[in-house]
């Protein structure tokens, strides 16, 4: 795992945070408790949905903590790609096509290679490759001098002892047309911003940065009823201990409500926690969070 | 799972299935021995004649008219000639209560009254009890007085047997988990828990906890309200005192929530409110119980409204004091609550109240003690009349009092599909305000006119996932 640089920069793709750097998903889940949902499918799979990979997707509550302790800046992605692919000069352009034509090639010899050794490998199984060897030679010496046949014998022969009859077929090998999967070796990684921008956040965010300042770690809590499931730990080490709902400070709400989000809590063996943020009395200071927890004492 | 790796017989350990409330063990040889051991007592009354009638009424039918027996025909007539001269009431009794301003419920202190209210269509429940009034005869049973167990004692021991039984998974798993380490050799065999050489099934053969009464319940009493909630564990505290038979005075009395109290009064004419020995209409009614169900309330509303009744009654129309009243909103809480309550109660649903599993109401088919409650209401005030979207600020109020968020709606399905309910949103449609002009209306209210101006839709909720519900 490669060291990661602080602040390290959080893609903004149609108003998700994404993260594509698996040091830097890592990172934050590390030393931010942020853990982020994978939301990436396997391209030749993508109708599954339980295995997914990178980008990993932030909450915006996530990306705001990151930003605001200055871990962390956003940047417009599809903007940046924008400037740096129309903003790119023509040798810069020449240069990175020629590098990935190099690697189309490299590519087109990889697979020719791993054929090889795999049609070797079943004649060998069965016994033919010593017999087609000791033929080729004859064969060969029949027609030296002739280059003509030299590309068809390198079909079969792929013994390291035929490094001629390679590089001939080499030249006539179609280069692979790669798709490149960064654009950050292309593009200069983008540059921090002067201004800050803050993700927008949902009004539940002050109890979330709260949980997150005592070194829980969250999840989405939909599929129990609440905003974020906390857990006392990293999630794959431990179940969550709370089910959080987040209000604003004077906001009413039902009753009926602590008696089912306690109720949910106490039979999956969690704990209800409603918190709210008392509201700013002096300008720039952050108010005090509260937060109660519920349980069920009957169950 | 733990009780499965465990090298014994799995059908003899106790699986909690579904909601987790019932025992499967071994039935057959449970049974047996229940009846061997049953001492012999008064039969109970079939709950199907405790609770014979719906609703506290008496209704008077005719007889049956069989086309081929001319002599049923002579029975039908004799019926209709005898009713036309002397009608038979539908209200052998008038129940009583009372309006308790502190607990904003009705209060009915008599015991022929709380009997007859809980036994003929489930209303209200006993302040000192779970639901049904049994707080003397429990009182009596705990001084040894009385024979048969209650309800409130058969939930207590079924908490208990939930208890142990946990106790004893938990302990079950654990040692799965210690016999599974010593085997890999992580843990050293020294560490011999004594536990290993008890038997693994002490469900059966020690008997420590009474499992087999948790299963008598079932089949003694029918399920009991909630027993998929709470496994409370309070030991019945067993009294000291002498069991002479000085009599009890019952301490208990039926609480009728507001809703149940104006169905009875207004809808069935079976309950009578009073105060200071007068009787109060149910104008009167509807005005206190709109009063008293928002929050926060006005300070002595009450006697204001008392006043003003007392007024009318006297006819001292001149002498209103009207500025305390307030008129009612078309979105009072109570009538939202007593619209939806009247229109399952008139469907023939038993309707209670579903605070317990966080809903307004649960609708049960024929009552608590039959079955468990079926669907779980709950209530959503809707302002599609244009009188709600004509003025920006109306439109923005009444868009913040019907939203929703989704955690609310995953949090109410996920609790309802835990206890095994289907939850129904029902939408109540607010009519435009109709009390503003109350004192021209010398503040009477057409109750009928105006319940009809609320309609009621119905929408059924249930999760859905292809991998569980497919059939």
Request: glycine share 6%.
């Amino acid at each position: 795992m490669a060291p990661v640089t602080e602040p390290f920069p959080i893609s903004n793709v149609a108003g998700r945070y994404l993260l594509f750097d698996v040091d830097v998903i890592s990172h934050v889940r590390r030393n931010h408790n942020i853990c982020g949902v994978l939301i990436g499918t396997i391209p030749n799979l993508s109708q599954q949905n339980v295995f997914l990979g990178i980008p990993l997707q932030l909450m915006p509550e996530e990306a705001r903590v990151l930003v605001e302790q200055g871990h962390a800046y956003i940047f417009d992605d599809a903007q940046a790609h924008m400037q740096g692919f129309f903003g790119m000069s023509r040798k810069d352009r020449l240069e990175f096509l020629r590098m990935m034509d190099e690697r189309g090639q490299q590519r087109a010899r990889d697979v020719r290679r791993k054929a090889e050794e795999r049609s070797e490998k079943a004649l060998r199984e069965k016994g033919l490759l010593q017999a087609r060897t000791e033929q080729k030679e004859s064969e060969a010496l029949v027609a030296e001098g002739d280059p003509g046949t030299d590309a068809g014998g390198s079909l079969f022969g792929s013994t390291p002892q035929l490094p001629a009859n390679r590089r001939v077929a080499d030249k006539k090998l179609a280069p692979h047309f790669i798709t490149p999967t960064t654009s950050y070796p292309p593009l200069a990684p983008p540059s921090q911003p002067s201004t800050l921008a803050l993700p927008e956040v949902p009004r539940q965010y002050p109890i979330y940065r709260y949980m997150q300042s005592k070194g829980y770690f969250a999840m989405p809590g939909l599929r129990f009823g609440c905003h974020y499931s906390i857990y006392p730990g990293d999630p794959l080490r431990f179940h969550s201990h709370f089910l959080t709902t987040g209000l604003g400070w004077d906001e009413e709400f039902e009753l009926l409500d602590i008696v089912g989000g306690g109720r949910l809590g106490t039979s999956v063996k969690k704990t209800y926690l409603i918190g709210a943020e008392e509201p700013e009395k002096e300008e720039g200071e952050e108010g005090k969070v509260r937060a109660f927890s519920i349980e069920w004492a009957g169950m | 799972m733990a009780s499965e790796a465990v090298d014994s017989p799995p059908s003899l350990i106790p699986q909690p299935n579904g909601n987790g409330d019932r025992l499967t063990v071994d039935k057959k040889n449970q049974t047996s021995l229940e009846n061997k051991l049953k001492p012999i007592g008064p039969k109970r009354r079939p709950y199907t004649e405790i609770h014979s009638r719906p609703l506290p009424l008496e209704v008077h039918p005719l007889p049956v008219f069989i086309p081929h027996n001319p002599l049923s025909f002579v029975r039908i007539a004799i019926n209709l000639i005898s009713h036309s001269f002397r009608p038979p009431s539908s209200h052998p009794t008038v129940h009583r209560g009372y309006f308790s301003t502190e607990t904003q419920s009705i209060h009915v202190t008599n015991p022929q009254s709380i009997v007859a209210l809980w036994e003929q269509g489930f209303w209200g429940s006993g302040s000192l009890s779970r639901t049904e009034p049994q707080w003397l005869e429990h009182e009596k049973r705990k001084r040894g007085l009385g024979e048969s167990k209650t309800a409130w004692e058969v939930t207590q021991e079924r908490r208990e047997a939930r208890r142990q039984f946990k106790l004893e998974r938990a302990r079950l798993e654990r040692e799965t988990i210690e016999q599974q380490l010593r085997q890999e050799g992580k843990l050293a065999s020294t560490e011999q828990v004594p536990a290993e050489q008890e038997p693994v099934v002490p469900v059966k053969q020690t008997g420590a906890f009474p499992i087999s009464d948790a299963n008598k319940t079932k089949n003694e009493f029918g399920p009991t309200e909630d027993s998929q909630e709470d496994r409370q564990n309070r030991q019945v505290a067993s009294s000291d005192r002498d069991p002479s038979s000085e009599e009890i005075e019952d301490q208990e009395h039926l609480q009728l929530t507001l809703e149940e109290a104006f169905f009875l009064t207004y809808g069935l004419g079976a309950l009578e409110i009073s105060k200071d020995e007068i009787s109060l209409s149910s104008n009167y009614l509807f005005r206190l119980y709109s009063t008293y169900s928002n929050f926060p309330i006005p300070e002595n509303s009450a006697s204001h409204i008392h006043n003003l009744f007392r007024l009318q009654e006297q006819k001292y129309k001149d002498t209103l004091e009207t500025s305390d009243v307030l008129p009612i909103a078309p979105d009072n809480p109570f009538l939202l609550k007593y619209v939806v309550y009247h229109h399952f109660r008139s469907l023939g649903w038993v309707v209670r109240d579903g605070v317990k599993f966080a809903s307004d109401y649960l609708l049960y088919n024929r009552g608590p003690v039959f079955a468990h409650a079926q669907f779980a209401v709950m209530i959503l005030p809707s302002y599609s009349h244009p009188y709600w979207s004509a003025t920006p600020d109306r439109k923005e109020e009444s868009k913040k009092k019907e939203a929703r968020d989704w955690w609310w709606l995953h949090r109410v399905n996920r609790i309802q599909t835990q206890v095994l309910k289907t939850l129904v949103l029902v939408y109540v449609e607010v009519p435009p305000p109709w009390d503003e002009d109350l004192e021209s209306k010398a503040f009477q209210v057409n109750i009928g006119n105006i319940l009809k101006k609320y309609k009621v839709r119905e929408v059924v909720m249930q999760r859905w996932t292809p991998n569980r519900n497919r059939d």
